[in-house]
């Protein structure tokens, strides 16, 4: 596993037992998501995503970018069932975006700062995972 993956794995994890979930890795080594929570009776399986730092490419503004898609050549998407939320993790700022599967619509998420847009809304949206 990539250090910069694992990072964002044990800081969502380090997030989500502070506010009394279980979490455990995936039993398999080819299973979709990096991580099963349980709280109560809800168990959801999460897929981290993780950045070290902020992009900058040809004068466009800074911005945090995501891989939402897997696979090392050709990235291909996740499958209804296979994750239920991405967890995106900025290793820099300890910043973390809470998608549900459904609203991850873009194979690459990039958010830039001092720009509002549809996804500025999942920051820290950890209550997403209790409904």
Known sequence: MRATGQRGELLVAEKLIGQGWS???PLGDNDPFDLLVNKGDRFLRLQVKATLEQHSYRNNRPHYQFQLAHGVSSKKRYKAGEVDFFVCC???SHRFW??????????????YNGKVSKFHR????????EK
């Open 90 to 92: 900025a290793l820099d």
């Open 98 to 111: 809470v998608l549900p599967f459904k609203a991850a619509i873009v194979t690459t998420l990039k958010i």
């Open 23 to 25: 979490v455990a890795p």
């Open 122 to 129: 999942y920051e820290d949206a950890w209550i997403l995972l």
